[in-house]
Protein backbone atom coordinates (compact mmCIF):
# COMPACT_ATOMS: atom_id res chain seq x y z
CA UNK A 1 0.00 0.00 0.00
CA UNK A 2 1.56 3.40 -1.25
CA UNK A 3 1.25 5.86 1.63
CA UNK A 4 0.17 10.11 0.78
CA UNK A 5 0.18 12.67 2.88
CA UNK A 6 -3.14 14.46 2.35
CA UNK A 7 -3.35 17.19 5.12
CA UNK A 8 -0.69 18.88 7.06
CA UNK A 9 0.20 21.92 9.35
CA UNK A 10 2.43 23.79 11.17
CA UNK A 11 3.49 26.70 13.55
CA UNK A 12 7.39 27.78 13.58
CA UNK A 13 9.27 30.74 14.72
CA UNK A 14 8.40 32.30 11.63
CA UNK A 15 4.84 32.07 12.59
CA UNK A 16 1.97 29.95 11.85
CA UNK A 17 0.99 27.65 8.63
CA UNK A 18 3.29 26.25 5.95
CA UNK A 19 3.22 29.71 4.08
CA UNK A 20 4.69 31.73 6.42
CA UNK A 21 7.36 29.13 6.87
CA UNK A 22 7.45 29.21 3.15
CA UNK A 23 7.96 32.76 2.34
CA UNK A 24 10.48 33.29 4.76
CA UNK A 25 13.10 31.24 3.82
CA UNK A 26 12.74 32.19 0.25
CA UNK A 27 13.15 36.23 1.36
CA UNK A 28 15.86 34.57 2.81
CA UNK A 29 15.09 35.69 6.42
CA UNK A 30 16.03 34.73 10.12
CA UNK A 31 13.41 33.96 12.56
CA UNK A 32 16.89 33.49 15.23
CA UNK A 33 16.95 36.14 17.57
CA UNK A 34 17.24 37.16 21.31
CA UNK A 35 15.94 34.80 23.96
CA UNK A 36 13.94 36.53 26.43
CA UNK A 37 12.18 33.94 28.06
CA UNK A 38 15.44 32.90 30.30
CA UNK A 39 18.21 34.19 31.11
CA UNK A 40 21.18 33.27 28.87
CA UNK A 41 24.19 35.04 30.52
CA UNK A 42 25.77 31.84 31.54
CA UNK A 43 25.58 29.91 28.02
CA UNK A 44 27.39 30.23 25.04
CA UNK A 45 24.48 32.03 23.04
CA UNK A 46 21.60 33.68 23.68
CA UNK A 47 20.11 33.29 20.29
CA UNK A 48 16.99 30.79 19.00
CA UNK A 49 14.34 30.79 16.99
CA UNK A 50 11.02 31.03 19.12
CA UNK A 51 7.60 31.20 18.44
CA UNK A 52 6.25 34.24 19.55
CA UNK A 53 3.15 34.87 21.90
CA UNK A 54 3.49 31.73 23.85
CA UNK A 55 3.81 31.93 27.84
CA UNK A 56 6.34 30.11 29.50
CA UNK A 57 5.96 28.38 33.10
CA UNK A 58 2.11 29.90 33.12
CA UNK A 59 0.07 26.96 32.80
CA UNK A 60 -0.28 25.36 29.64
CA UNK A 61 3.36 23.93 28.38
CA UNK A 62 4.70 25.49 25.64
CA UNK A 63 4.65 22.22 22.50
CA UNK A 64 0.76 21.81 24.31
CA UNK A 65 0.41 25.84 23.32
CA UNK A 66 1.93 25.46 19.40
CA UNK A 67 -0.35 22.29 19.48
CA UNK A 68 -3.65 24.16 19.91
CA UNK A 69 -2.99 26.50 16.99
CA UNK A 70 -2.37 23.43 14.69
CA UNK A 71 -5.86 21.19 15.11
CA UNK A 72 -8.40 23.70 14.51
CA UNK A 73 -10.10 22.81 11.27
CA UNK A 74 -12.89 20.07 12.11
CA UNK A 75 -13.53 17.67 9.45
CA UNK A 76 -9.92 17.09 8.76
CA UNK A 77 -8.58 14.18 10.82
CA UNK A 78 -10.61 10.85 10.87
CA UNK A 79 -11.71 9.66 14.32
CA UNK A 80 -10.03 6.54 13.63
CA UNK A 81 -6.48 7.93 12.82
CA UNK A 82 -3.61 6.23 14.39
CA UNK A 83 -1.38 8.41 16.44
CA UNK A 84 2.08 8.49 16.24
CA UNK A 85 3.93 11.38 18.23
CA UNK A 86 7.48 12.15 17.91
CA UNK A 87 9.18 14.41 20.59
CA UNK A 88 12.33 14.34 22.30
CA UNK A 89 11.56 16.28 25.46
CA UNK A 90 7.47 16.91 25.31
CA UNK A 91 5.88 19.04 28.25
CA UNK A 92 9.57 19.39 30.28
CA UNK A 93 8.38 23.03 30.57
CA UNK A 94 6.29 20.92 33.70
CA UNK A 95 8.78 19.48 35.11
CA UNK A 96 11.05 22.66 35.16
CA UNK A 97 8.18 24.15 37.35
CA UNK A 98 8.16 21.65 39.62
CA UNK A 99 12.08 21.18 40.34
CA UNK A 100 12.60 25.16 40.48
CA UNK A 101 8.93 25.18 43.05
CA UNK A 102 10.70 22.51 45.00
CA UNK A 103 7.71 20.33 45.36
CA UNK A 104 8.34 16.95 45.94
CA UNK A 105 6.35 15.13 43.86
CA UNK A 106 7.52 14.86 40.50
CA UNK A 107 4.64 14.22 37.69
CA UNK A 108 4.44 10.87 37.29
CA UNK A 109 3.74 9.16 33.67
CA UNK A 110 3.95 12.60 32.06
CA UNK A 111 4.35 10.84 28.75
CA UNK A 112 0.96 9.73 29.17
CA UNK A 113 -0.77 12.80 30.37
CA UNK A 114 1.01 14.27 27.39
CA UNK A 115 -0.15 11.72 24.76
CA UNK A 116 -3.59 11.88 26.21
CA UNK A 117 -3.75 15.76 25.67
CA UNK A 118 -2.32 15.64 22.33
CA UNK A 119 -5.32 12.92 21.65
CA UNK A 120 -7.82 14.64 22.62
CA UNK A 121 -7.13 17.55 20.82
CA UNK A 122 -6.30 15.76 17.59
CA UNK A 123 -9.59 14.87 18.24
CA UNK A 124 -8.87 10.58 17.32
CA UNK A 125 -9.84 7.12 19.21
CA UNK A 126 -6.42 5.72 19.37
CA UNK A 127 -4.22 5.67 22.13
CA UNK A 128 -1.30 6.39 20.33
CA UNK A 129 2.43 6.14 20.68
CA UNK A 130 5.20 8.39 21.58
CA UNK A 131 8.77 7.77 19.03
CA UNK A 132 11.66 9.05 20.32
CA UNK A 133 15.19 9.01 18.17
CA UNK A 134 16.88 12.13 19.11
CA UNK A 135 17.01 14.99 16.50
CA UNK A 136 15.61 11.85 14.04
CA UNK A 137 12.46 11.78 15.97
CA UNK A 138 10.27 13.11 13.42
CA UNK A 139 11.52 11.00 10.26
CA UNK A 140 11.26 7.85 12.38
CA UNK A 141 7.96 8.18 13.45
CA UNK A 142 6.79 8.93 9.82
CA UNK A 143 8.68 5.91 8.51
CA UNK A 144 6.70 3.85 11.00
CA UNK A 145 3.25 5.66 9.95
CA UNK A 146 4.51 4.91 6.18
CA UNK A 147 5.53 0.91 7.12
CA UNK A 148 2.23 0.87 9.25
CA UNK A 149 0.43 1.95 5.63
CA UNK A 150 2.39 -0.59 3.71
CA UNK A 151 2.20 -3.49 5.65
CA UNK A 152 -1.49 -2.97 5.98
CA UNK A 153 -1.51 -2.61 9.55
CA UNK A 154 -3.44 0.49 9.47
CA UNK A 155 -4.56 2.93 6.57
CA UNK A 156 -4.63 6.14 8.19
CA UNK A 157 -2.17 7.62 10.79
CA UNK A 158 -1.64 11.51 11.99
CA UNK A 159 1.94 12.11 13.07
CA UNK A 160 2.27 15.03 15.07
CA UNK A 161 5.86 16.44 16.31
CA UNK A 162 6.99 19.10 18.70
CA UNK A 163 9.59 20.54 20.81
CA UNK A 164 10.27 23.59 22.50
CA UNK A 165 12.92 26.25 23.47
CA UNK A 166 13.62 25.56 27.52
CA UNK A 167 16.02 26.27 29.95
CA UNK A 168 16.82 22.76 30.69
CA UNK A 169 17.17 22.24 26.46
CA UNK A 170 18.87 25.20 26.26
CA UNK A 171 21.42 24.34 28.80
CA UNK A 172 21.85 21.40 28.02
CA UNK A 173 23.08 22.04 24.35
CA UNK A 174 24.93 24.62 25.78
CA UNK A 175 26.79 22.18 28.03
CA UNK A 176 28.05 20.38 24.84
CA UNK A 177 29.15 23.58 23.43
CA UNK A 178 26.70 23.12 20.35
CA UNK A 179 25.55 26.37 20.78
CA UNK A 180 26.49 29.50 17.26
CA UNK A 181 27.11 32.55 19.53
CA UNK A 182 24.33 34.43 16.92
CA UNK A 183 22.18 32.54 14.43
CA UNK A 184 23.57 29.20 12.51
CA UNK A 185 25.23 29.42 9.22
CA UNK A 186 24.60 25.84 7.90
CA UNK A 187 27.47 24.77 5.15
CA UNK A 188 29.12 27.95 5.75
CA UNK A 189 33.08 27.85 5.83
CA UNK A 190 32.58 30.00 9.29
CA UNK A 191 29.66 28.16 10.91
CA UNK A 192 30.72 27.02 14.80
CA UNK A 193 27.00 25.70 16.20
CA UNK A 194 23.48 25.11 16.08
CA UNK A 195 20.63 27.53 16.81
CA UNK A 196 18.27 25.89 18.47
CA UNK A 197 14.77 26.20 18.03
CA UNK A 198 10.94 25.21 18.15
CA UNK A 199 8.09 23.92 16.49
CA UNK A 200 4.92 22.17 16.05
CA UNK A 201 3.45 20.35 13.62
CA UNK A 202 1.37 17.44 11.72
CA UNK A 203 1.33 15.40 8.79
CA UNK A 204 -1.93 12.84 8.33
CA UNK A 205 -0.63 9.92 5.97
CA UNK A 206 -3.39 7.95 4.54
CA UNK A 207 -3.12 4.62 1.99
CA UNK A 208 -3.70 5.82 -1.42
CA UNK A 209 -6.59 3.37 -1.49
CA UNK A 210 -8.44 5.42 1.26
CA UNK A 211 -7.46 8.89 0.02
CA UNK A 212 -8.91 8.08 -3.14
CA UNK A 213 -12.13 6.79 -1.42
CA UNK A 214 -12.35 10.26 0.57
CA UNK A 215 -11.45 12.35 -2.49
CA UNK A 216 -8.58 13.81 -0.66
CA UNK A 217 -5.84 16.27 -2.16
CA UNK A 218 -2.53 13.92 -2.06
CA UNK A 219 0.31 16.46 -1.13
CA UNK A 220 2.78 14.02 -1.44
CA UNK A 221 4.18 10.46 -0.76
CA UNK A 222 6.18 8.86 1.37
CA UNK A 223 7.97 6.63 -1.36
CA UNK A 224 10.75 4.93 1.43
CA UNK A 225 12.93 5.11 4.39
CA UNK A 226 15.82 3.84 6.12
CA UNK A 227 17.17 4.51 9.68
CA UNK A 228 20.48 3.18 10.55
CA UNK A 229 23.10 3.82 13.68
CA UNK A 230 26.64 4.92 13.04
CA UNK A 231 27.50 2.88 16.74
CA UNK A 232 30.01 4.87 16.84
CA UNK A 233 29.93 7.92 19.25
CA UNK A 234 27.06 9.37 21.51
CA UNK A 235 27.48 13.27 20.41
CA UNK A 236 29.92 13.32 17.44
CA UNK A 237 28.79 11.75 13.86
CA UNK A 238 30.75 9.28 12.37
CA UNK A 239 33.56 10.41 10.58
CA UNK A 240 32.86 8.22 7.77
CA UNK A 241 29.46 9.03 7.67
CA UNK A 242 28.68 5.08 7.63
CA UNK A 243 25.40 5.48 9.55
CA UNK A 244 23.58 7.65 7.19
CA UNK A 245 25.04 6.47 4.07
CA UNK A 246 23.70 3.60 5.31
CA UNK A 247 20.13 5.01 5.89
CA UNK A 248 20.29 6.37 2.86
CA UNK A 249 20.86 3.28 0.63
CA UNK A 250 17.82 1.42 2.75
CA UNK A 251 15.94 4.55 1.63
CA UNK A 252 16.88 4.04 -1.97
CA UNK A 253 16.20 0.59 -1.87
CA UNK A 254 13.02 1.08 -0.45
CA UNK A 255 11.45 3.57 -2.33
CA UNK A 256 12.48 1.17 -5.32
CA UNK A 257 14.83 4.39 -7.25
CA UNK A 258 18.41 4.88 -8.08
CA UNK A 259 20.23 8.06 -6.84
CA UNK A 260 20.23 9.05 -10.12
CA UNK A 261 16.26 9.65 -9.42
CA UNK A 262 16.77 12.27 -6.53
CA UNK A 263 16.25 15.81 -7.96
CA UNK A 264 17.31 17.38 -4.10
CA UNK A 265 18.33 16.77 -0.79
CA UNK A 266 17.18 18.96 2.48
CA UNK A 267 19.41 18.10 4.58
CA UNK A 268 19.93 18.05 8.08
CA UNK A 269 22.25 21.13 8.05
CA UNK A 270 22.57 22.10 11.68
CA UNK A 271 25.18 24.54 11.32
CA UNK A 272 27.49 22.39 13.45
CA UNK A 273 31.16 21.66 11.97
CA UNK A 274 30.68 18.54 11.92
CA UNK A 275 27.35 17.51 11.18
CA UNK A 276 27.61 19.34 7.70
CA UNK A 277 30.66 18.00 7.04
CA UNK A 278 29.14 14.93 7.58
CA UNK A 279 26.48 15.15 5.45
CA UNK A 280 27.90 16.20 2.64
CA UNK A 281 30.49 13.39 2.64
CA UNK A 282 27.87 11.16 2.74
CA UNK A 283 26.32 12.56 -0.18
CA UNK A 284 29.67 12.38 -2.11
CA UNK A 285 29.94 9.07 -1.61
CA UNK A 286 26.01 8.01 -2.92
CA UNK A 287 25.72 10.44 -5.58
CA UNK A 288 27.27 9.98 -8.70
CA UNK A 289 27.02 13.94 -9.72
CA UNK A 290 26.04 17.36 -7.18
CA UNK A 291 22.88 17.88 -6.90
CA UNK A 292 20.88 20.70 -4.26
CA UNK A 293 20.94 20.59 -1.17
CA UNK A 294 19.44 22.66 1.21
CA UNK A 295 18.61 23.01 5.26
CA UNK A 296 16.14 25.40 6.98
CA UNK A 297 17.95 25.42 10.37
CA UNK A 298 19.38 28.78 9.39
CA UNK A 299 15.83 30.68 9.11
CA UNK A 300 13.92 28.75 12.25
CA UNK A 301 16.91 27.43 14.26
CA UNK A 302 17.24 23.21 15.00
CA UNK A 303 13.42 22.41 16.38
CA UNK A 304 14.53 18.61 17.53
CA UNK A 305 12.23 16.31 17.24
CA UNK A 306 10.20 18.74 14.72
CA UNK A 307 12.63 19.25 12.54
CA UNK A 308 11.87 16.17 10.48
CA UNK A 309 8.56 16.82 10.23
CA UNK A 310 8.21 20.69 9.42
CA UNK A 311 11.32 20.22 6.95
CA UNK A 312 9.04 16.91 5.25
CA UNK A 313 5.82 19.51 4.73
CA UNK A 314 8.59 21.97 2.95
CA UNK A 315 9.65 19.14 0.89
CA UNK A 316 6.89 18.27 -0.36
CA UNK A 317 5.96 21.82 -1.21
CA UNK A 318 9.30 22.60 -2.84
CA UNK A 319 8.02 19.04 -5.35
CA UNK A 320 4.95 20.88 -5.78
CA UNK A 321 5.92 24.38 -6.48
CA UNK A 322 9.11 22.93 -8.69
CA UNK A 323 12.17 24.92 -6.98
CA UNK A 324 14.41 24.10 -4.33
CA UNK A 325 14.43 26.17 -1.55
CA UNK A 326 17.75 28.68 -0.47
CA UNK A 327 19.82 27.60 2.28
CA UNK A 328 19.12 30.92 4.89
CA UNK A 329 22.28 32.60 6.92
CA UNK A 330 24.48 30.74 4.05
CA UNK A 331 27.17 33.29 2.88
CA UNK A 332 30.28 31.58 1.75
CA UNK A 333 30.00 27.43 1.39
CA UNK A 334 32.39 25.51 3.09
CA UNK A 335 34.86 24.03 0.37
CA UNK A 336 33.23 20.64 0.48
CA UNK A 337 29.63 22.15 0.12
CA UNK A 338 30.64 23.69 -3.09
CA UNK A 339 27.94 22.69 -5.82
CA UNK A 340 25.64 21.24 -3.17
CA UNK A 341 24.50 24.30 -1.26
CA UNK A 342 23.40 27.72 -2.50
CA UNK A 343 22.11 30.73 -0.72
CA UNK A 344 19.58 30.84 -3.67
CA UNK A 345 16.56 29.43 -4.60
CA UNK A 346 16.83 26.97 -7.90
CA UNK A 347 14.51 25.42 -9.84
CA UNK A 348 13.88 21.77 -10.30
CA UNK A 349 14.62 20.19 -13.49
CA UNK A 350 11.63 17.10 -15.00
CA UNK A 351 9.74 14.88 -12.25
CA UNK A 352 11.81 14.24 -9.29
CA UNK A 353 12.34 12.47 -6.35
CA UNK A 354 13.72 14.37 -2.88
CA UNK A 355 15.61 12.85 -0.33
CA UNK A 356 15.22 14.36 3.40
CA UNK A 357 18.03 13.46 5.75
CA UNK A 358 18.56 13.69 9.63
CA UNK A 359 20.95 12.64 12.12
CA UNK A 360 20.92 12.59 16.12
CA UNK A 361 22.66 12.10 19.53
CA UNK A 362 23.39 8.22 19.94
CA UNK A 363 24.28 8.29 16.10
CA UNK A 364 21.07 8.05 14.78
CA UNK A 365 20.61 8.94 11.12
CA UNK A 366 17.19 8.60 8.95
CA UNK A 367 16.59 9.21 5.50
CA UNK A 368 13.25 9.53 3.80
CA UNK A 369 12.52 9.19 -0.06
CA UNK A 370 9.52 11.64 -0.83
CA UNK A 371 7.51 12.64 -4.13
CA UNK B 1 8.67 -16.17 9.25
CA UNK B 2 9.95 -14.17 12.46
CA UNK B 3 11.24 -15.89 15.21
CA UNK B 4 12.74 -15.47 18.71
CA UNK B 5 16.08 -16.40 18.75
CA UNK B 6 16.91 -15.25 22.20
CA UNK B 7 15.87 -13.24 25.30
CA UNK B 8 17.75 -12.27 28.35
CA UNK B 9 16.03 -10.90 32.05
CA UNK B 10 17.62 -9.57 34.17
CA UNK B 11 16.94 -8.20 37.83
CA UNK B 12 19.36 -7.35 41.10
CA UNK B 13 19.07 -10.58 41.74
CA UNK B 14 19.37 -13.26 38.95
CA UNK B 15 19.08 -12.98 35.38
CA UNK B 16 18.09 -15.66 32.64
CA UNK B 17 18.67 -16.91 29.25
CA UNK B 18 16.27 -18.75 28.26
CA UNK B 19 16.67 -20.45 24.90
CA UNK B 20 20.25 -21.57 26.84
CA UNK B 21 17.98 -22.67 29.90
CA UNK B 22 20.23 -20.41 32.13
CA UNK B 23 19.57 -18.77 35.55
CA UNK B 24 22.02 -17.45 37.37
CA UNK B 25 21.22 -15.76 40.82
CA UNK B 26 24.00 -13.19 42.52
CA UNK B 27 21.81 -12.09 45.25
CA UNK B 28 24.26 -10.71 47.20
CA UNK B 29 24.62 -7.43 44.52
CA UNK B 30 22.53 -5.10 45.97
CA UNK B 31 23.13 -2.73 42.95
CA UNK B 32 23.71 -3.43 39.12
CA UNK B 33 27.38 -1.95 39.10
CA UNK B 34 29.23 -5.39 40.11
CA UNK B 35 27.32 -7.05 37.35
CA UNK B 36 29.92 -5.90 34.42
CA UNK B 37 32.45 -7.59 35.96
CA UNK B 38 30.71 -11.13 36.11
CA UNK B 39 31.05 -11.74 32.75
CA UNK B 40 27.95 -10.65 31.24
CA UNK B 41 29.51 -8.78 28.92
CA UNK B 42 32.05 -10.74 26.29
CA UNK B 43 34.27 -8.50 25.96
CA UNK B 44 35.11 -4.86 28.41
CA UNK B 45 32.01 -2.09 28.16
CA UNK B 46 34.74 1.38 28.28
CA UNK B 47 32.79 3.82 30.77
CA UNK B 48 30.32 1.87 31.94
CA UNK B 49 30.14 3.29 34.97
CA UNK B 50 29.08 6.75 33.53
CA UNK B 51 26.21 5.33 32.43
CA UNK B 52 22.84 6.56 33.60
CA UNK B 53 20.78 3.28 35.09
CA UNK B 54 18.52 2.72 32.31
CA UNK B 55 21.30 2.35 30.33
CA UNK B 56 22.98 0.10 32.06
CA UNK B 57 19.87 -2.28 32.85
CA UNK B 58 19.29 -1.99 28.77
CA UNK B 59 22.97 -2.89 27.95
CA UNK B 60 22.65 -6.09 30.78
CA UNK B 61 19.74 -7.38 28.92
CA UNK B 62 20.53 -6.96 25.73
CA UNK B 63 23.88 -8.43 26.16
CA UNK B 64 22.24 -11.69 27.81
CA UNK B 65 20.31 -11.67 24.85
CA UNK B 66 22.64 -11.74 22.41
CA UNK B 67 24.31 -14.14 24.52
CA UNK B 68 21.18 -16.55 24.40
CA UNK B 69 20.94 -16.11 20.87
CA UNK B 70 24.20 -17.35 19.92
CA UNK B 71 25.45 -13.35 18.29
CA UNK B 72 28.74 -12.62 18.86
CA UNK B 73 29.18 -8.86 19.32
CA UNK B 74 32.33 -6.03 19.56
CA UNK B 75 32.05 -2.33 19.21
CA UNK B 76 34.43 -2.55 15.94
CA UNK B 77 32.51 -5.87 14.71
CA UNK B 78 29.02 -3.87 12.92
CA UNK B 79 26.27 -5.33 12.09
CA UNK B 80 22.83 -4.90 10.72
CA UNK B 81 21.03 -5.08 13.50
CA UNK B 82 18.39 -2.52 14.96
CA UNK B 83 17.45 -1.72 18.54
CA UNK B 84 14.14 -1.07 20.20
CA UNK B 85 12.90 -0.82 23.71
CA UNK B 86 10.51 0.62 25.69
CA UNK B 87 9.73 1.72 29.41
CA UNK B 88 6.90 3.72 30.82
CA UNK B 89 8.90 6.96 32.55
CA UNK B 90 10.85 7.82 29.33
CA UNK B 91 14.06 9.59 31.23
CA UNK B 92 12.13 10.98 33.97
CA UNK B 93 14.90 10.41 36.90
CA UNK B 94 17.89 11.78 34.17
CA UNK B 95 15.86 14.52 33.71
CA UNK B 96 14.80 14.81 37.95
CA UNK B 97 18.70 14.71 38.08
CA UNK B 98 19.78 16.72 35.41
CA UNK B 99 17.74 19.80 36.40
CA UNK B 100 18.21 19.07 39.71
CA UNK B 101 22.08 19.15 39.42
CA UNK B 102 21.88 22.84 36.95
CA UNK B 103 19.65 24.61 39.41
CA UNK B 104 22.07 24.02 42.37
CA UNK B 105 25.08 25.00 40.58
CA UNK B 106 22.92 28.79 40.98
CA UNK B 107 21.88 28.12 37.45
CA UNK B 108 25.64 28.50 35.64
CA UNK B 109 26.70 25.18 35.29
CA UNK B 110 24.77 21.94 33.22
CA UNK B 111 26.11 19.05 32.68
CA UNK B 112 26.52 17.79 29.29
CA UNK B 113 27.28 14.05 30.43
CA UNK B 114 24.02 14.48 32.70
CA UNK B 115 21.99 16.02 30.03
CA UNK B 116 22.81 13.16 27.40
CA UNK B 117 20.89 10.66 29.28
CA UNK B 118 17.74 12.84 29.29
CA UNK B 119 16.86 11.89 25.95
CA UNK B 120 14.65 8.04 25.94
CA UNK B 121 16.71 6.98 23.08
CA UNK B 122 20.10 7.36 24.99
CA UNK B 123 20.72 4.19 26.79
CA UNK B 124 19.80 2.72 22.92
CA UNK B 125 22.70 4.90 21.40
CA UNK B 126 25.07 3.43 24.23
CA UNK B 127 23.74 -0.16 23.22
CA UNK B 128 24.57 0.42 19.88
CA UNK B 129 28.01 2.05 20.32
CA UNK B 130 28.84 -1.30 22.17
CA UNK B 131 27.34 -4.02 21.02
CA UNK B 132 28.31 -2.64 17.05
CA UNK B 133 24.20 -2.19 16.30
CA UNK B 134 23.73 -0.05 12.82
CA UNK B 135 20.06 -0.98 12.07
CA UNK B 136 17.51 1.55 13.24
CA UNK B 137 17.52 2.57 16.82
CA UNK B 138 14.82 4.32 18.67
CA UNK B 139 12.31 4.26 21.54
CA UNK B 140 8.44 3.91 21.98
CA UNK B 141 6.19 4.40 24.34
CA UNK B 142 2.33 4.80 24.78
CA UNK B 143 3.02 5.95 28.28
CA UNK B 144 2.35 2.63 30.01
CA UNK B 145 5.07 0.55 28.49
CA UNK B 146 4.24 -0.56 25.04
CA UNK B 147 5.99 -4.35 24.61
CA UNK B 148 3.31 -5.90 22.36
CA UNK B 149 3.18 -2.69 20.95
CA UNK B 150 7.58 -3.10 20.41
CA UNK B 151 7.23 -6.59 19.12
CA UNK B 152 4.92 -5.81 16.42
CA UNK B 153 6.89 -3.03 15.36
CA UNK B 154 9.96 -4.67 15.30
CA UNK B 155 8.38 -7.18 13.80
CA UNK B 156 7.32 -5.25 10.93
CA UNK B 157 10.60 -3.72 10.34
CA UNK B 158 11.97 -7.31 9.59
CA UNK B 159 8.70 -8.04 7.50
CA UNK B 160 9.55 -5.07 5.42
CA UNK B 161 13.30 -6.08 5.18
CA UNK B 162 14.49 -2.76 7.47
CA UNK B 163 16.97 -4.51 8.92
CA UNK B 164 18.40 -8.21 9.53
CA UNK B 165 17.39 -8.48 12.71
CA UNK B 166 16.22 -6.55 15.61
CA UNK B 167 16.34 -6.28 19.77
CA UNK B 168 13.25 -5.46 21.21
CA UNK B 169 12.20 -5.06 25.01
CA UNK B 170 11.69 -3.40 27.88
CA UNK B 171 12.81 -2.30 31.09
CA UNK B 172 11.27 -1.31 34.52
CA UNK B 173 13.31 0.62 37.21
CA UNK B 174 14.42 -2.93 38.87
CA UNK B 175 14.64 -5.30 35.48
CA UNK B 176 14.96 -5.53 31.89
CA UNK B 177 14.11 -7.75 28.98
CA UNK B 178 14.63 -8.29 26.09
CA UNK B 179 14.65 -10.25 22.49
CA UNK B 180 16.65 -11.21 19.51
CA UNK B 181 14.23 -11.12 16.61
CA UNK B 182 14.91 -12.39 12.88
CA UNK B 183 13.35 -13.09 9.88
CA UNK B 184 13.67 -16.98 8.18
CA UNK B 185 16.96 -17.51 10.31
CA UNK B 186 18.71 -20.05 9.35
CA UNK B 187 17.75 -23.75 9.46
CA UNK B 188 20.07 -25.00 12.26
CA UNK B 189 19.74 -22.03 14.46
CA UNK B 190 17.41 -22.47 17.24
CA UNK B 191 14.21 -20.65 18.11
CA UNK B 192 12.27 -20.04 21.11
CA UNK B 193 9.05 -19.03 19.43
CA UNK B 194 7.03 -17.54 16.28
CA UNK B 195 6.13 -13.59 16.84
CA UNK B 196 2.26 -14.85 17.31
CA UNK B 197 3.68 -17.16 20.13
CA UNK B 198 5.85 -14.41 21.81
CA UNK B 199 3.00 -12.00 21.95
CA UNK B 200 0.74 -14.39 23.96
CA UNK B 201 3.51 -14.43 26.27
CA UNK B 202 3.83 -10.74 26.64
CA UNK B 203 0.06 -10.05 26.05
CA UNK B 204 -0.29 -12.12 29.21
CA UNK B 205 0.94 -9.13 31.31
CA UNK B 206 2.30 -9.79 34.43
CA UNK B 207 6.07 -9.33 35.48
CA UNK B 208 9.18 -8.82 33.34
CA UNK B 209 10.03 -11.63 35.50
CA UNK B 210 6.95 -13.81 34.35
CA UNK B 211 7.47 -13.30 30.98
CA UNK B 212 11.08 -14.51 31.12
CA UNK B 213 10.13 -17.52 33.00
CA UNK B 214 7.00 -18.35 30.13
CA UNK B 215 9.70 -17.99 27.57
CA UNK B 216 11.86 -20.59 29.29
CA UNK B 217 8.74 -23.37 29.45
CA UNK B 218 8.41 -22.02 25.74
CA UNK B 219 11.59 -23.85 25.11
CA UNK B 220 11.27 -26.48 27.37
CA UNK B 221 7.90 -27.68 25.70
CA UNK B 222 9.40 -27.90 22.32
CA UNK B 223 12.83 -30.28 23.72
CA UNK B 224 15.32 -27.83 23.07
CA UNK B 225 18.04 -29.04 24.63
Given at each position: MRAVAVS??????????????????????????????????????????????????????????????????????P??A???????????????????????????????????????????????????????????????AA??I????SECVL????????????????????????????????????????????VLLMSEYRARKE?R?V??E?????????????????????????????????????????????????????????????????????????????????????????????????????????????????????????????????????????????????????? | ?????????????????????????????????????????????????????????????????????????????????????????????????????????????????????????????????????????????????????????????????????????????????????????????????????????????????????????????????
Amino acid sequence: MRAVAVSSEMVTPYGRGTAACWDNIFDGRTAISPVNRFDTGAFQSGYAGTVKGLKYHQGDSLVMQMLSLLFDNPGVIPVDAGLIVATTKGEIDLLEEEVLSGRKGMPGNGQAAFLEKVRLLAGVSSAGTIISAACSSAAVAIARAAAMIRSGRSECVLVVACDSVTEFVFSGFSSLMALEKFAAMPFDKNRSGLSLGEAAAFVLLMSEYRARKENREVLGEILGWGVADDANHMTGPSRLSEGLILAIGKALSSAGVSESDVGFISAHGTGTVYNDSMEIRAFNAVFRDKRPVYSIKGGIGHTMAAAGLVELIIVMKALREGKVPPTVNLREPDSDAVGWVSRFSRPLQGNTVALMTNAGFGGINSALMLA
Amino acid sequence: MISLCGMGWINKEEYICALKGETVSFKESSSFDGLSRRGIFSCPFKNFGRLDEVSKLVCYAVALALKDAGESYAGDLKKDMGLVGTNADGPLQSDIDYFRDYIESGRKLSRGNLFLYTLPSSPFGEAAIHFGLQGPVFYMSSGQALLPGVLKTASEMLMLGETRSVLAGMNTKDEALYMVLAKDPAAQQQVLCDIPEALTVVEKGGSLREMAEEFSKTKKGKGIK
